[in-house]
């Protein structure tokens, strides 16, 4: 069928144009009446055979009279035999009315029923291939993808809704670009500055009056950030000095790096108020102190000398300020670690506070003491 709004040819069947989606108006034209069947030409009659010639006797002529008007005779035929009578002819269908966008079709343009609702049990249409197109959600007909409606029955296609677009959050909309598509043939426009919005704004003179408020407390988040991200080094002290020191175990014994050596009080017996001192030159940053507590490393000779059980950290800054910590030990050789932080500290003193092992033949002994920070 030939549209006639754009004049595309359409396949037999279609309703709809295929290229301008117009309702195709047809004539339904009256079918002929089917033939009946022709009465069968009599045989011709059969020939009567010649006669042998004989005499004719001789008659008297009659008079002439005019002959009468008369329908020659009808020939004889054989007797045809009786034929069934045909069936009558069919009416024609009733002309098919058009329906509107969504109707369910319910029988085919040739009155018998859709030859599209004769699905298999793939869901498409019974010996037909598999569609490549848009499929009917009614007719089952494979349609082309840039049709809306179905060429066949009229159906809308676009049945789903629109998928909702989510808004981004705040954060994105303040510097995202435009992201719509362009119309075919278009150019995108010249892209100039765009005013900031009042979000831009706020944002800043929160940030400007959250350092003002804070101007003080950077000079900590400096130190912090720094003493995250570099690595401690040993501090090594200018001067020591101790309460009192034994013969052939002074205090420099402890910050000499061997663990073979230790200090020792003068007195023996409980050495609890005993303490070691170290001074520095320049202010340093402690992070972390290090105590090898005992006479050595070693188990054996470890438990021949008093040990600290728990000493107090004193920590005199460059203007004077004290701060003091305790730490607790294990009774064990070998190195201890803790935590003790102070900031431009040019004094350290280690007090002993309780003993593990007192006896009166042995002394409070400490095999070495490290300090390890940033200058």
């Known amino acids: 069928m030939t549209c006639p709004d754009c004049g595309h040819r359409n396949d037999t069947g279609d309703r709809f144009c295929a290229s301008c989606q117009a309702f195709l108006e047809w004539e339904?034209?009256?079918?002929?009446?089917?033939?009946?069947?022709?009465t069968a030409p009599p045989p011709p009659a059969p020939s009567p055979s010649p006669a042998p010639a004989t005499p004719a006797?001789?008659?008297?002529?009659?008079?002439?009279?005019?002959?009468?008007?008369?329908?020659?005779?009808?020939?004889?035929?054989?007797p045809t035999p009786a034929e069934p009578p045909s069936p009558p002819a069919a009416a024609p269908p009733p002309p098919a009315a058009p329906r509107r966008p969504g109707d369910r079709p319910e029988?085919?343009?040739?009155?018998?029923?859709?030859?599209?609702?004769?699905?298999?049990?793939?869901?498409?249409?019974a010996g037909a291939r598999r569609p490549t197109g848009r499929l009917c959600p009614l007719c089952r007909t494979d349609n082309p993808y840039d049709r809306r409606l179905c060429h066949r029955c009229g159906a809308v296609l676009d049945t789903a809704p629109p998928p909702r677009r989510t808004r981004p959050p705040w954060w994105r909309r303040i510097l995202r670009r435009s992201d719509r598509a362009l119309a075919a043939g278009s150019r995108p426009r010249h892209r100039t500055w765009?005013?900031?919005?009042?979000?831009?704004?706020?944002?800043?003179?929160?940030l400007l009056l959250a350092v003002w408020f804070g101007r003080s407390h950077l000079p900590d988040v400096f130190t912090f950030t720094q003493d995250r991200t570099t690595k401690p080094e040993a501090l090594r002290p200018t001067e020591v000095r101790a309460s009192s020191e034994a013969p052939g175990h002074p205090a420099s014994a402890a910050f000499?790096?061997?663990?073979?050596?230790y200090w020792a009080p003068v007195n023996p017996g409980s050495g609890i108020g005993q303490y070691l001192e170290a001074d520095f030159d320049k202010p340093v940053r402690l992070r972390e102190l290090l105590i090898t507590s005992g006479s050595s490393v070693n188990q054996d000779e470890f438990l021949t000398q008093a040990r600290p059980a728990k000493i107090t950290v004193l920590l005199v800054a460059a203007d004077g300020e004290r701060r003091t910590k305790?730490?607790?030990?294990?009774?064990?050789?070998?190195?201890?670690?803790?935590?003790v932080r102070g900031s431009d500290v040019v004094r350290i003193r280690l007090t002993a506070d309780a003993d593990f092992g007192i006896r009166l033949d042995r002394r409070l002994a400490v095999a070495e003491v490290e300090f390890f920070g940033r200058r």
Not at 63 to 71: C, E, I, K, S
Request: proline share 25%; charged share 20%; net charge positive.
């Open 326 to 339: 305790t730490v607790t030990l294990r009774d064990q050789p070998g190195q201890q670690t803790f935590a």
């Open 194 to 206: 765009r005013r900031p919005r009042l979000a831009l704004p706020l944002t800043l003179l929160v």
């Open 107 to 125: 029988r085919g343009p040739d009155g018998g029923p859709d030859p599209g609702r004769e699905t298999g049990t793939t869901g498409h249409p």
């Open 28 to 38: 339904e034209q009256p079918a002929p009446a089917p033939p009946s069947p022709a």
């Open 256 to 261: 000499d790096g061997f663990n073979n050596r």
């Open 57 to 78: 006797p001789s008659v008297p002529p009659r008079p002439t009279v005019a002959p009468l008007a008369a329908t020659p005779p009808r020939p004889r035929t054989p």
